[in-house]
């Protein structure tokens, strides 16, 4: 290949590039944590519900499983696999459960400040969860969870533990069109066309860890004032003894070396009742760089939560100080113009390699921006882009029917959306619906246009860092309503 030569990152990068993003967070999240985490993935037991009978019979207390799964993977995949009807047998519910055991792992004496956490990347639409035939509630008090586009968290009672462990897990879906669906189908719209097949259930990966009783849990939100060098954090705290407490921030460069003093620290005491705290804190990072596509450049925050002994449960996150607004027909990045070269990324059945060759292709391309529609994909694409320096696009997947209960079904996805994706500098954009989907009333309904309005007006107060787009590419509501 000669100078004027443009390699193809679309079939394979240049072995100067590391195709490898953040190599040593493998978990489709932003944050890192101290410690070992235990994949659960790999075979599991599985059974098609085909009645709906499992929970009148109690499966959780003990079942026959006739056929085994790969976790993560579709229902659909599974039940072709197992031969129980194939992919396509289902058009208007499915039921399907898996179990497994698992060793509980050693947990030294000095871990005595410690529980064991269970998180689902990503399973649903509405999953139930049981450790040793006992019904485990997520943090937030859910026995049913809904959605299944982001994570969600178990604590294992300590009392439920045994040396050996059985985890059964009930996944339900439907084609109810006032669930959050994207472009999977519904009974509104058919297979065909835009339309794809369900993928439906385990989606990724489930993984065990030890956390401490008291700590910060992985959702960093970051907003920046670059004029005054400031970044604002938004902190989830999850205390479970009421206390005094100090919440330590410190920001390094990226790649500093042990024992390098901050560029920036600030400690916040804090009397905290048990429960989980939002919070939200404050530094100044003198001479901050900012984050740009010609230069992505990331801090490194390790943010401690302190309790009276000193004892410390830390979280770790890469963030990037940036600035993006409209002004007229213009967008601004950082206070400058930028012209946002783009282009529509749908990975499909994409595995985090191909999406990592897809990426880099775009950046050689010179892409500045990817509008990831409407899907819930890996979470680790947004570390990636933050590195490369692609601009991000995302969108809520919609539902396919515009009622009070598909509106609650929108807002509560983009809630769980926001809370794992605002640390990332790359998403600068944000639509709420496309196309009408899900608001095919928007014209002529009062209330979609007021629930549109106080959504868009939301997420300006809320989530100051974003560009949002109301209906993407159809019917606007106009600003005053």
């Not at 705290?277 to 939560?305: D, I, K, M, T």
């Not at 680790?380 to 991000?392: C, V």
Request: proline residues 5%.
């Amino acid at each position: 290949m000669d100078d004027n030569t443009q390699s193809n990152y679309g079939l394979s990068a240049p072995p100067e590039i590391d195709s490898t993003a953040e190599i040593d967070n493998s978990l489709p999240r932003a944050v890192l944590r101290p410690g070992t985490h235990f994949l659960l993935d790999g075979t599991w037991k599985f059974a098609i519900d085909l009645d709906d009978s499992g929970l009148i019979e109690e499966w959780e207390q003990g079942y026959d499983y006739r056929h085994t799964a790969q976790w993560p993977g579709s229902i659909e995949e599974h039940m072709a696999a197992a031969h129980t009807g194939g992919s396509t047998a289902w058009q208007d519910k499915i039921v399907a459960w898996y179990e497994r055991d698992f060793t509980l792992p050693e947990v030294s004496a000095t871990q005595n400040r410690t529980l064991f956490q269970l998180t689902f990347g990503a399973c649903g639409y509405e999953t139930r969860v049981w450790l040793n035939g006992q019904q485990l509630t997520t943090i937030e008090g859910e026995s049913v969870h809904f959605g299944e586009y982001t994570s969600f968290t178990y604590e294992l009672p300590e009392e439920s533990l045994h040396l050996v462990n059985r985890l059964t897990v009930r996944i339900a879906d439907t084609m109810d069109a006032e669930t959050t669906r994207g472009k999977q189908e519904s009974h509104v719209y058919k297979r065909g066309g835009i339309w794809y097949q369900t993928y439906t259930g385990a989606v990724r990966s489930v993984w065990l860890e030890t956390v401490e009783r008291n700590r910060l849990r992985s959702r960093v939100g970051v907003v920046s004032t670059i004029e005054d060098c400031l970044v604002r954090f938004n902190l989830t705290l999850r205390i479970h003894d009421a206390a005094d407490y100090v919440v330590r921030l410190q920001i390094f460069e990226p790649d500093g070396q042990p024992g390098e003093a901050p560029l920036a620290t600030s400690d916040f005491p804090m009397q905290l009742a048990a429960g989980q705290h939002e919070q939200r804190f404050s530094l100044e990072v003198p001479g901050a760089e900012v984050w740009c596509p010609e230069n992505p450049h990331r801090y490194r925050l390790v943010a401690q939560l302190i309790d009276t002994t000193g004892y410390v449960a830390q979280i770790e996150a890469r963030f990037g100080m940036r600035k993006i607004e409209s002004r007229g027909r213009k967008v601004y990045l950082n206070n400058e113009p930028i012209y946002l070269d783009g282009i529509l990324y749908q990975p499909g059945t994409a595995t985090f390699a191909e999406m990592q060759r897809h990426m880099h292709a775009m950046k050689e391309l010179g892409c500045n921006l990817v509008r990831v529609h409407i899907a819930g994909i890996d979470p680790r694409i947004y570390n990636l882009a933050d590195e490369l320096g692609l601009l991000l696009w995302v969108e809520v997947p919609s539902p396919h029917s515009s009622t009070p209960r598909s509106r609650e079904n929108h807002r509560a996805e983009l809630l769980r959306m926001l809370s794992l994706m605002e640390t990332h500098p790359s998403i600068v954009i944000w639509s709420l619906y496309n196309e009408d989907w899900g608001a095919q009333d928007i014209a002529t309904n009062p209330a979609t246009q007021r629930y549109i309005v106080q959504m868009y007006n939301f997420m300006q107060l809320a989530h100051p860092q974003f560009l949002v787009i109301d209906n993407d590419g159809w019917h606007h509501i106009s600003y005053q309503g």
